[in-house]
T-cell receptor, first 111, second 114 residues
């Protein structure tokens, strides 16, 4: 049972435009959400996180939005750069420090 | 501060053999989690160790086991390997500060079962 879902396996965006990656979750007990970026042959790298008491968190070009009522979060990358091309995983954490990951979205930024 | 390290990086085994993978967490991190990544399946949680005890366990058969040592280093063992065990095995460590954590991943061990 996949509790965290990324329904778009892939996304292509032109350099300089906005990339929007989406993630849905089913468990209302999740309180903390994270985004990771993964290049081939490397482990995932932590990007940005958000607590359920917030609806937005920003770090440079990366912004995460959380809509608790819809159980939905999104990652915005503005402006997108070719180096952003990677697989992006969203993750949710419960109070027991257990993490649940989505299946990933492969982002390609076209120069 | 050194990141999470995993050894070996690549491994080729045959069906029926067993394998042991090693993970050294970031210094000071007390929790180590293991994940299996296969194409299209995302990161499947195997188990988590904290203070040498298994704290959480995913839905994998008993052929998959692990342990954690007093210095927080962890090992994962897979016995009687099957072709379907071919995957990237990732280790992640976290601090366990009492609140919410961030997991930091190692580079992974690529296991190929022939």
């Amino acid at each position: 049972d996949q509790q965290v879902k990324q329904n778009s396996p892939s996304l292509s965006v032109q350099e300089g435009r906005i990339s929007i990656l989406n993630c849905d979750y089913t468990n209302s007990m999740f309180d903390y959400f994270l985004w990771y970026k993964k290049y081939p042959a490397e482990g995932p790298t932590f990007l940005i996180s958000i607590s359920s008491i917030k609806d937005k968190n920003e770090d440079g070009r990366f912004t995460v939005f959380l809509n608790k009522s819809a159980k939905h979060l999104s990652l915005h990358i503005v402006p997108s750069q070719p180096g952003d091309s990677a697989v992006y995983f969203c993750a949710a954490e419960n109070t027991g420090n257990q993490f649940y990951f989505g299946t990933g979205t492969s982002l390609t930024v076209i120069p | 501060k050194a990141g999470v390290t995993q050894t070996p990086r690549y491994l080729i085994k045959t069906r029926g053999q067993q394998v042991t993978l090693s993970c050294s967490p970031i210094s000071g991190h007390r929790s180590v989690s293991w994940y299996q990544q296969t194409p299209g399946q995302g990161l499947q949680f195997l188990f988590e160790y904290f203070s040498e005890t298994q704290r959480n366990k995913g839905n994998f058969p008993g052929r998959f086991s692990g342990r954690q040592f007093s210095n927080s280093r962890s090992e994962m063992n897979v016995s009687t390997l099957e072709l379907g065990d071919s995957a990237l095995y990732l280790c992640a460590s976290s601090l366990v500060s009492g609140g919410y954590d961030t997991q930091y991943f190692g580079p992974g061990t690529r296991l190929t079962v022939l």
